[in-house]
């Protein structure tokens, strides 16, 4: 071996001892890369103050970060969360799958969930089993009802159990061959489980009218009131008017305790005939002179009574306006001479408090607002009602504007249902309509500025599909169901196996 023969053989294998160092280093590189993604990305925890709301700190403006992540494992159960929401300062979830096995009828077999989100990391109180005919569950006071069970949400227990089960299905109050409960809300018509809000003294649940007539029952169709306890408190019979037309109980609005009695056109229209006391089942005829019929869209519910416009269907003793009692009795008339604000905006306005809560209006607030223009609370946004669903077009008399394909500041809706902060600020919803053109019902929710429609974040930076405010700093969340895994397992949101998530607003760096 000649002396240039171990110099090249030297220089070889030094080459070769730093190659190998080369791809140590390089696989050292994209170990550390990998453990300071996760360490990145790692829930920041709750430290709020706690404060349940349906509105959205204005802190939000600094975008999103992950307070918490849970996983089935952690709640206890299995599969996914199908619906969350906050009873009594509870965060109650439901998870849940369909077993049937005779045709035409499915039982919901679920668990309930009661949460406690306040600390540092959320916190399970209870667990619940639970049959149900229905994936829409109830919420009422401090209670859930789910099935024939009346379940407490600060400790799971069970306080009343029902002979007669609330109906499997909310139905549209038009349809009469439908079983139904009559309450303020309705549920979501998507797939999995719902919470419906009860927020009177006593649900109506109304027979399938169809049904009675059939000849497989002795009685005659009905309503009945019941009890949170799932007593009974009273029965309505349902009559039919002169025109052969069934006259019963609606959903549309209550006012202290009492709710319009009515019955639909051929065209789907309700029109007012009496008014029904939810304390004793006790009829009142509507108390007012008027010709021709009086359709509900000219009866506005206030928290003390109710409003009646005549201007479209009928003379009210000349008058404009008549303000009837939670009883539908007269309490005066009044000509309305100065409109600034029409009636199909105030009947399409929702006014809010500092919280986010709904505020209804007095009779008095409602005809200022009519004569002003101005809401009743710093707070009320206007919606819109289409074909292709409901949306908000404006905040406090303001039209949205948000930016075009071509950067043109364009008015633009967003959908009803959004989360305002609590200064009217940002909004947490998917633009429609004029921002995007093709809406597509799966498009996550963004934060935007409502003054200039301009995105702040959107929940999809932290693998969020969807979210709602819990507390005012804290949104509970439902994961993206198919994140990207690479991207999940270099640390970004959601880690796998996230079912639920809590989200804050992003710290300062």
Request: charged share 20%.
């Amino acid at each position: 071996m000649t002396a240039s023969d171990s110099a090249r053989n030297f220089l070889v294998s030094v080459l070769g001892f730093i190659r190998e160092r080369k791809l140590l280093v390089a696989a050292i590189a994209v170990v550390l890369g990998i453990g300071l993604s996760w360490l990145i990305h790692l829930p920041t925890g709750y430290s709020g103050h706690a404060h349940p709301s349906q509105a959205i700190s204005t802190d939000f403006s600094s975008g999103f970060s992950v307070a918490w992540e849970m996983t089935s494992k952690d709640l206890g159960v299995d599969g996914p969360i199908a619906a969350t929401t906050r009873v009594d300062g509870v965060l109650v979830a439901v998870t849940g799958k369909k077993d049937g096995s005779s045709k035409g009828a499915t039982t919901s077999s679920g668990t309930l969930i009661g949460i406690d989100p306040s600390g540092s990391t959320p916190t399970v109180l209870w667990r619940h089993e639970f049959n149900s005919e229905s994936d829409t569950l109830f919420t009422w006071d401090d209670s859930i009802i789910a099935g024939g069970e009346t379940i407490r949400a600060s400790d799971g227990t069970v306080t009343a159990t029902r002979d007669s089960p609330l109906p499997t299905t909310v139905g549209y109050d038009h349809d009469l061959g439908s079983p139904r409960v009559l309450s303020p809300s309705r549920p979501s018509w998507g797939d999995g489980a719902s919470f419906v809000p009860i927020t009177s003294s006593v649900v109506v649940t109304c027979t399938s009218i169809d049904d009675s007539r059939s000849g497989d029952r002795d009685e005659g169709p009905s309503c009945t009131g019941w009890h949170k306890d799932g007593t009974q408190a009273w029965n309505y019979a349902v009559t039919r008017n002169a025109d052969r037309l069934t006259v019963q109980p609606t959903g549309v609005a209550t006012v202290d305790d009492h709710l319009i009695v009515g019955h639909y056109e051929k065209n789907y229209d309700l029109y007012v005939d009496s008014f029904l006391s939810l304390v004793d089942g006790s009829v009142t005829d509507l108390g007012v002179a008027f010709s021709g019929r009086l359709s509900i869209d000219n009866v506005y519910a206030t928290s003390d009574g109710w409003i009646i416009n005549g201007m479209s269907y009928s003379q009210l003793e000349d008058d404009d306006i008549a303000v009837l009692n939670p009883d539908g009795s007269l309490r005066e008339t009044m000509a309305l001479t100065t409109n600034s604000l029409s009636w199909r905006t105030l009947i399409t306005t929702t006014c809010t408090d500092t919280d986010g809560q709904a505020v209804q209006p007095t009779t008095e607030q409602a005809l200022a607002a009519l004569r002003t223009g101005h809401g009743w609370t710093p707070m009320c946004s206007n919606v819109v009602t289409s074909g292709s669903g409901s949306s908000i077009y404006a905040l406090n008399g303001r039209w949205f504007l948000a930016a075009d394909e071509d950067g043109t500041p364009t008015y633009t809706e967003y959908e009803q249902g959004s989360f305002f902060s609590t200064d009217g600020s940002l909004i947490l919803s998917v633009p429609k309509i004029s921002v995007v053109k093709d809406f597509d019902k799966d498009n996550i929710p963004t934060l935007h500025f409502t003054r200039s429609g301009k995105q702040v974040a959107s929940l999809s930076q932290v693998g969020a599909r969807s979210a709602q405010p819990f507390y005012d700093d804290l949104l509970i969340a439902t994961p993206v169901p198919k994140r990207n895994i690479f991207l999940r397992y270099l640390g970004g949101y959601p880690h796998p196996d996230t079912v639920l998530m809590g989200i804050t607003p992003r710290r300062a760096s």
